[in-house]
């Protein structure tokens, strides 16, 4: 998927929990701490870098502000039913941010922003010189970074690829229009509320035909007019939930102000990296066939 320079952004703690839950509790560190997402996640890493190379325009961003990030200030509830990571889960999060920055990765990551207001900061940045983006992610809520025609949204995992209108495509809205589909719909993966009675049909019909929220309340009258099943109620239910969609907005729309970031950063690509990743796997206590592929990262075949 390379070819000519762009930004590669990569929401690291998606894959981190990707291994977590799916790999087995088979690798432990000397001293007993399970490593299965860290294998899991430097495979990945590995194969994510192999597919880029030499492309230096690469950062990785964590996430860890979870109940302390600035949307619990707007709305407490926001992400309440997660749980914040046990001793051996918070172990390999480290882990695995100790080992990108050793391949010489940009990492981004702290307590008020989340991993996606890094990732919207960076894509920002990397526009602002000239470069495409491509994030790799499992998250839908990033699909809002599909801004121009070269930008891509890449689960990596599943090699599985959408620009702007293959996203459009599967939800019935614009990229840019995202975070006002979220607002309708709700999303109880981290907890908005969405409107009762308003599900992803008529949240993107609404949005086709008006817009934004604020064209939806311009044209409250005009929408019994919509080939909509309860059209001619649907401002009804809408209006006495329509301060909670605002809210809601505000909680789904990414931040790309992240203040300490300034410029897309370059990633360090060399053999120094790789033998400080292999380093790092082998203080692990991890060997075989992993650290095998990591020294020859980036070599001549």
């Known amino acids: 998927m390379n070819g000519a320079p762009r930004a590669w952004l990569v ?4 894959y981190i929990f990707r291994a977590w839950f799916s790999m087995p509790d088979r690798w432990h560190t000397p001293a007993g701490m399970p490593l299965n997402a860290v294998v899991g996640y430097a495979g990945f890493l590995y194969d994510a870098l192999a597919q880029t190379h030499p492309d230096l325009h690469v950062a990785a961003a964590f996430d860890e502000s979870l109940g302390s990030c600035f949307r619990n200030e707007i709305f407490p509830g926001y992400k309440a039913s997660r749980e914040l990571p046990d001793e051996a889960l918070a172990f390999q999060l480290q882990a695995c941010r100790e080992l990108t920055e050793r391949a010489g990765v940009p990492c981004f990551g702290g307590p ?3 991993a996606d207001d890094y990732l919207a900061s960076l894509a920002r940045l990397a ?3 000239g470069l495409p983006v491509t994030v790799l992610t499992r998250d839908k809520d990033l699909g809002q970074l599909l801004q121009h025609a070269e930008d891509r949204w890449w689960d990596f995992a599943a090699q599985r690829s959408l620009d702007a209108a293959g996203f459009e495509a ?3 809205v614009a990229p840019r229009q995202f975070a006002d589909y979220l607002a309708l719909v709700g999303d109880a993966v981290d907890d908005i509320p969405g409107v009762p009675g308003i599900g992803p049909k008529t949240a993107a019909a609404l949005l086709q035909a008006y817009d934004s929220l604020e064209g939806i309340a311009d044209n409250a009258g005009q929408m019994e007019s919509l080939p909509l099943r309860g059209a001619k109620r649907l401002w009804q239910r809408l209006e006495p939930h329509w301060e909670q ?4 907005r505000r909680l789904a729309r990414l931040e790309a102000h992240v203040p300490e970031l300034e410029a897309m950063p370059a990633c360090s690509r060399d053999a120094d990296g790789n033998q400080a990743v292999v380093d790092y796997l082998r203080e692990l206590g991890l060997g075989g066939p992993l650290v095998a592929r990591w020294n020859k990262l980036g070599r001549a075949p």
């Open 11 to 14: 929401d690291a703690s998606v």
């Open 127 to 129: 526009r602002e010189q």
């Open 170 to 172: 599967q939800f019935g």
């Open 245 to 248: 969609a605002l809210l809601a």
């Open 112 to 114: 008020r922003y989340e």
